[in-house]
């Protein structure tokens, strides 16, 4: 009724970015860290042994199930081993991951071939190709783009969405894509529209991103259908109910479906790798990520091969400055703290950020004074420390009323919270205690996730956890109703439960702590 | 595999470098250019109050929590706000005791048996003002005239202290300091007498000045005296986002838009609305007061409500209760309805129907 605008915190919430540096190419590191696990769904399973040479772009995993998608060797060189490596989970727990010495000749693997004329194939060839490209949605959901591409029976898809925002706050990647390579994303688009066939793109750009904008108008102009509008420099436009918004007016919930209004979205990054696939047969190789914070003498955006470690990215940027004790894989609300600079970079990451001590981010926790901050921060109209009280009492099926599922985990609340209290924290051990007990679970304080596995015979399979994005990005995947086989499948479900297992026995650990 | 000594914590990463310490501390800044003008105004007697006062709180807080065997948190400056917010709406010549009754009755009462900072229902600083009103009618009414520092009519130190030590002046020479009444509580003695506004106040309001008002050359509690100072902190409060415009604008239209009606249709027996806006504990209430987070509507929506309701009362408890003033009681009573409120108020849901 007084229309009260719920949203981010515009760029309050930027991490240090980087002065709009132009996109560079890192040199190749020595060795590559390839994990198998790298989008939602089935992980790929390895078809190299060691000592093989590889060619540039040559498969190196397989991908065995319509969900999944393969994996590619980045460069030309030897696999080296097959082995378990870091990965950036908070947990420190490793993965299967193929590791390969790159022998610097760059050499293109046969297997290698761009479509003769691709906007006139058939669509199932074209989904086929960008399938065998390895190519997943490059925000930080990292879902395969083929099934995104593979609208159900009977749906139908009028309206292209391209979202031309970061992902998060104090990132660049985008925006200059858009200014560099606006011509590819175009290219991409037309494959996307060809293969829904939709008749009509909007791209939003947020205001003030004016090179941006103009790039992509001069790209956009005379494409049949294709539009490029300025939307509201309102984060977090990676949620994309906040981007279908501001391009079309309509208020969706988290849990709507979009292709039941006919939209579809996809960002600028993904556009680009498509491009790739369909007219060069480049399968996804590389991608861009901001390095940037305080604690990284040179901040830039760099171009680097999936797998390079941490470590290669930040002595590219001058090296991590002294007393620098944060290190995280991804933007700075959403992103992973890491402990090593040995994990590599993933189809999934954004950025590296680091930040200095000085940022002050932990303090003490006080209780909440009800000053209404994080409820006027929250993009999706939620009222957080109402939520955040319930959680502490227990009272979860309340919390539930409160739509706790319409979280999108973006963080902000968090941010604003004069408090300092962990609200996405407890939002995230809320939905994982939830979810276990709707999968009909025993209650998750009992027994720990080994038990769970084992019970489901599924105790032999490699430790793989999936990061919150990759869990939520499958959550995302059963509700759009696309047929993922892994991700109703019995493994995943014991890798969630196991999840849920494993967050309420930190909760109570620390609860035991703080006694 | 090479462990760095990287901190493991999970996101968000960022912060906007807020604590619940800077809000307090930015609140009792906001009070300061307020507080100074009471001690001008009524000389030495005020600044004894305001330090009685903020210290009771202090030293109580810091007790009770010791007796909870919980962390002593009066570096969070929350107490120390409560016994500044307290000491303002005390009489300039409140006696002692009365000072440490109710610093210690708004800590302990107000605020800790609830479970502290956070969890009390209801402003403890103004519900402390009720006890006290309801307990000590007399000496909370007691409005000496006001006796601005440096001038002739101000009190020694050593004055001051007799007078707030020993609860009654000592001087004779002082004996009638306790006799003036507030312009509400005249013209609600006087018209509940059955006389007009006019000639309850003087004609055309004679004895009651508005510039003087303004100014705060009028009697009255600490705070009620120096409401345009109190407007500065405002101001600055909003301009630090501490508080939002939503309490103090919906509280101030809820008193005045009626007392423009009630004064439209009879200006015989309802006094302007500049006459409820100058006198009083209005603007003091609307913006320090009111806004209080802990015991405010968490939604900008219920905010707005919450307001017009504290407004509303005043009105009406100004107009027919039997107390002359009514921001407190106000606020304390709307502060037992903002569980409701919140419930709903609470913001449509991002792509839910209503
Ligand atoms: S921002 Fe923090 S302190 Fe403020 S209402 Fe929300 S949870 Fe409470
Ligand atoms: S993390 Fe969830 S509750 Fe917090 S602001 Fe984002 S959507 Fe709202």
Same mark, same amino acid.
């Given at each position: 009724?007084?229309?009260?605008?719920?949203?981010?915190?515009?760029?309050?919430?930027?991490?240090?970015?980087?002065?709009?540096?132009?996109?560079?190419?890192?040199?190749?590191?020595?060795?590559?860290?390839?994990?198998?696990?790298?989008?939602?769904?089935?992980?790929?399973?390895?078809?190299?042994?060691?000592?093989?040479?590889?060619?540039?772009?040559? =498969?190196?995993?397989?991908?065995?199930?319509?969900?999944?998608?393969?994996?590619? &060797?980045?460069?030309?060189?030897?696999?080296?081993?097959?082995?378990?490596?870091?990965?950036?989970?908070?947990?420190?727990?490793? #993965?299967?991951?193929?590791?390969?010495?790159?022998?610097?000749?760059?050499?293109?693997?046969?297997?290698?071939?761009?479509?003769?004329?691709?906007?006139?194939?058939?669509?199932?060839?074209?989904?086929?190709?960008?399938?065998?490209?390895?190519?997943?949605?490059?925000?930080?959901?990292? +879902?395969?783009?083929?099934?995104?591409?593979?609208?159900?029976?009977?749906?139908?898809?009028?309206?292209?969405?391209?979202?031309?925002?970061?992902?998060?706050?104090?990132?660049?990647?985008?925006?200059?894509?858009?200014?560099?390579? &606006?011509?590819?994303?175009?290219?991409?688009?037309?494959?996307?529209?060809?293969?829904?066939?939709?008749?009509?793109?909007?791209?939003?750009?947020?205001?003030?991103?004016?090179?941006?904008?103009?790039?992509?108008?001069?790209?956009?102009?005379?494409?049949?259908?294709?539009?490029?509008?300025?939307?509201?420099?309102?984060?977090?436009?990676?949620?994309?109910?906040?981007?279908?918004?501001?391009?079309?007016?309509?208020?969706?919930?988290?849990?709507?479906?979009?292709?039941?209004?006919?939209?579809?979205?996809?960002?600028?990054?993904?556009?680009?790798?498509?491009?790739?696939?369909?007219?060069?047969?480049?399968?996804?190789?590389?991608?861009?990520?901001?390095?940037?914070?305080?604690?990284?003498?040179?901040?830039?955006?760099?171009?680097?091969?999936?797998?390079?470690?941490?470590?290669?990215?930040?002595?590219?940027?001058?090296?991590? #400055?002294?007393?620098?004790?944060?290190?995280?894989?991804?933007?700075?609300?959403?992103?992973?703290?890491?402990?090593?600079?040995?994990?590599?970079?993933?189809?999934?990451?954004?950025?590296?950020?680091?930040?200095?001590?000085?940022?002050? $981010?932990?303090?003490?926790?006080?209780?909440?004074?009800?000053?209404?901050?994080?409820?006027?921060?929250?993009?999706?109209?939620?009222?957080?420390?109402?939520?955040?009280?319930?959680?502490?009492?227990?009272?979860?099926?309340?919390?539930?009323?409160?739509?706790?599922?319409?979280?999108?985990?973006?963080?902000?609340?968090?941010?604003?919270?004069?408090?300092?209290?962990?609200?996405?924290? *407890?939002?995230?051990?809320?939905?994982?205690?939830?979810?276990?007990?709707?999968?009909?679970?025993?209650?998750?304080?009992?027994?720990?996730?080994?038990?769970?596995?084992?019970?489901?015979?599924?105790?032999?399979?490699?430790?793989?956890?999936?990061?919150?994005?990759? =869990?939520?990005?499958?959550?995302?995947?059963? %509700?759009?109703?696309?047929?993922?086989?892994?991700?109703?499948?019995?493994?995943?479900?014991?890798?969630?439960?196991?999840?849920?297992?494993?967050?309420?026995?930190?909760?109570? /650990?620390? %609860?035991?702590?703080?006694? | 595999?090479?462990?760095?000594?990287?901190?493991?914590?999970?996101?968000?990463?960022?912060?906007?470098?807020?604590?619940?310490?800077?809000?307090?501390?930015?609140?009792?800044?906001?009070?300061?250019?307020?507080?100074?003008?009471?001690?001008?105004?009524?000389?030495?007697?005020?600044?004894?109050?305001? $330090?009685?006062?903020?210290?009771?709180?202090?030293?109580?807080?810091?007790?009770?929590?010791?007796?909870? #065997?919980?962390?002593?948190?009066?570096?969070?400056?929350?107490?120390?706000?409560?016994? !500044?917010?307290?000491?303002? *709406?005390?009489?300039?010549?409140?006696?002692?005791?009365?000072?440490? /009754?109710?610093?210690?009755?708004?800590?302990?009462?107000?605020?800790?048996?609830?479970?502290?900072?956070?969890?009390?229902?209801?402003?403890?600083?103004?519900?402390?003002?009720?006890?006290?009103?309801?307990?000590?009618?007399?000496?909370?009414?007691?409005?000496?005239?006001?006796?601005?520092?440096?001038?002739?009519?101000?009190?020694?130190?050593?004055?001051?202290?007799?007078?707030?030590?020993?609860?009654?002046?000592?001087?004779?020479?002082?004996?009638?300091?306790?006799?003036?009444?507030?312009?509400?509580?005249?013209?609600?003695?006087?018209?509940?007498?059955?006389?007009?506004?006019?000639?309850?106040? @003087?004609? @055309?309001?004679?004895?009651?000045?508005?510039?003087?008002?303004?100014?705060?050359?009028?009697?009255?509690?600490?705070?009620?005296?120096?409401?345009?100072?109190?407007?500065?902190?405002?101001?600055?409060?909003?301009?630090?986002?501490?508080?939002?415009?939503?309490?103090? =604008?919906?509280?101030?239209?809820?008193?005045?838009?009626?007392?423009?009606?009630?004064?439209?249709?009879?200006?015989?027996?309802?006094?302007?609305?500049? +006459?409820?806006?100058? *006198?009083?504990?209005?603007?003091?209430?609307?913006? +320090?007061?009111?806004?209080?987070?802990?015991?405010?509507? !968490?939604?900008?929506?219920?905010?707005?409500?919450?307001?017009?309701?504290?407004?509303?009362?005043?009105?009406?408890?100004?107009?027919?209760?039997?107390?002359?003033?009514?921001?407190?009681?106000?606020?304390?009573?709307?502060? /037992?309805?903002?569980?409701? !409120?919140?419930?709903?108020?609470?913001?449509?849901?991002?792509?839910?129907?209503?």
């Amino acid at each position: 009724m007084f229309g009260f605008m719920h949203g981010g915190g515009e760029s309050a919430a930027d991490g240090g970015s980087p002065a709009l540096s132009a996109i560079e190419m890192l040199p190749i590191p020595q060795r590559l860290y390839l994990p198998l696990r790298q989008h939602a769904g089935y992980p790929s399973v390895p078809c190299v042994t060691v000592g093989q040479k590889v060619g540039k772009g040559e =498969v190196i995993g397989r991908a065995d199930v319509w969900g999944s998608v393969p994996l590619h &060797a980045p460069t030309s060189g030897t696999v080296v081993a097959v082995t378990a490596c870091p990965t950036g989970h908070p947990t420190g727990l490793t #993965q299967l991951a193929v590791v390969i010495e790159p022998d610097g000749a760059e050499r293109w693997s046969e297997a290698v071939q761009g479509m003769v004329d691709p906007l006139n194939a058939a669509p199932s060839l074209l989904r086929e190709q960008i399938r065998a490209a390895g190519i997943v949605g490059l925000g930080d959901e990292c +879902f395969p783009s083929h099934l995104k591409l593979t609208p159900p029976r009977g749906k139908r898809v009028d309206l292209l969405l391209i979202n031309g925002a970061e992902c998060e706050p104090g990132l660049s990647v985008h925006e200059r894509l858009m200014v560099e390579r &606006a011509n590819e994303i175009l290219s991409g688009i037309q494959i996307i529209m060809r293969i829904v066939s939709a008749k009509q793109c909007f791209i939003g750009i947020e205001q003030g991103k004016s090179a941006a904008i103009q790039a992509m108008t001069q790209a956009a102009w005379g494409v049949a259908g294709v539009r490029v509008q300025g939307v509201p420099a309102m984060r977090p436009h990676g949620v994309r109910q906040q981007l279908v918004a501001a391009l079309t007016g309509k208020n969706l919930s988290l849990g709507a479906r979009l292709l039941d209004r006919r939209l579809l979205v996809h960002n600028v990054s993904t556009a680009c790798s498509i491009h790739d696939a369909v007219w060069r047969g480049r399968p996804l190789l590389s991608r861009v990520l901001t390095v940037a914070g305080g604690g990284i003498a040179r901040p830039a955006n760099l171009e680097a091969l999936i797998g390079t470690p941490l470590r290669h990215l930040i002595d590219h940027c001058g090296g991590l #400055q002294s007393g620098v004790d944060q290190l995280f894989l991804g933007g700075p609300l959403l992103g992973q703290a890491v402990n090593t600079q040995d994990v590599p970079v993933l189809k999934s990451s954004t950025a590296v950020l680091s930040f200095l001590p000085a940022a002050g $981010v932990a303090k003490p926790q006080q209780p909440c004074i009800r000053c209404g901050r994080c409820v006027e921060a929250c993009p999706m109209g939620l009222v957080p420390a109402e939520m955040a009280r319930r959680v502490r009492k227990g009272q979860l099926m309340r919390v539930a009323e409160l739509q706790l599922h319409d979280c999108t985990e973006c963080g902000f609340c968090g941010f604003v919270c004069p408090s300092h209290i962990p609200l996405l924290d *407890t939002f995230r051990y809320a939905k994982w205690v939830l979810q276990a007990e709707k999968w009909g679970r025993q209650p998750p304080s009992v027994g720990g996730g080994h038990a769970l596995s084992e019970r489901d015979g599924t105790a032999g399979e490699p430790a793989v956890v999936a990061p919150p994005a990759v =869990v939520m990005a499958e959550a995302v995947a059963v %509700r759009e109703e696309v047929t993922v086989g892994s991700a109703s499948g019995k493994g995943a479900r014991a890798v969630r439960a196991a999840h849920a297992a494993r967050a309420a026995k930190a909760a109570k /650990a620390s %609860r035991d702590q703080a006694k | 595999m090479s462990q760095t000594n990287q901190l493991m914590k999970s996101s968000p990463h960022v912060h906007d470098g807020d604590s619940v310490t800077n809000v307090m501390e930015a609140v009792i800044w906001a009070l300061m250019p307020a507080t100074a003008m009471a001690v001008m105004i009524f000389g030495w007697t005020a600044l004894l109050v305001i $330090v009685i006062t903020t210290l009771s709180c202090l030293v109580t807080e810091h007790l009770f929590l010791k007796l909870r #065997q919980r962390p002593s948190a009066i570096a969070d400056r929350s107490a120390a706000l409560t016994g !500044i917010l307290l000491a303002l *709406t005390l009489p300039p010549h409140a006696p002692w005791w009365m000072c440490v /009754a109710g610093g210690v009755f708004a800590i302990l009462v107000g605020k800790q048996v609830y479970g502290g900072l956070g969890y009390n229902m209801f402003n403890p600083a103004l519900i402390a003002r009720v006890f006290l009103l309801i307990s000590f009618p007399a000496q909370m009414t007691a409005w000496p005239p006001v006796t601005p520092l440096f001038s002739e009519q101000s009190y020694s130190l050593g004055d001051s202290i007799a007078i707030v030590m020993t609860g009654k002046v000592g001087a004779p020479e002082l004996a009638d300091a306790v006799s003036s009444a507030t312009p509400l509580g005249q013209y609600r003695t006087e018209t509940g007498l059955g006389k007009t506004v006019q000639e309850a106040l @003087g004609g @055309g309001y004679g004895g009651y000045d508005e510039v003087r008002a303004a100014g705060g050359l009028i009697g009255g509690s600490l705070g009620e005296t120096v409401r345009c100072w109190g407007r500065w902190g405002g101001g600055y409060l909003l301009r630090k986002k501490v508080i939002t415009w939503h309490i103090p =604008v919906s509280m101030l239209a809820g008193c005045l838009v009626p007392a423009t009606i009630f004064w439209t249709y009879d200006p015989a027996h309802f006094p302007d609305p500049t +006459f409820h806006l100058l *006198t009083g504990g209005l603007i003091i209430g609307a913006f +320090f007061m009111a806004t209080d987070m802990v015991t405010s509507p !968490i939604t900008s929506k219920g905010q707005i409500i919450f307001g017009l309701g504290c407004g509303l009362l005043t009105y009406l408890i100004r107009t027919w209760s039997g107390y002359p003033e009514g921001v407190s009681f106000a606020v304390v009573i709307m502060n /037992a309805v903002v569980p409701l !409120i919140d419930q709903y108020t609470r913001p449509r849901v991002y792509g839910h129907m209503a």
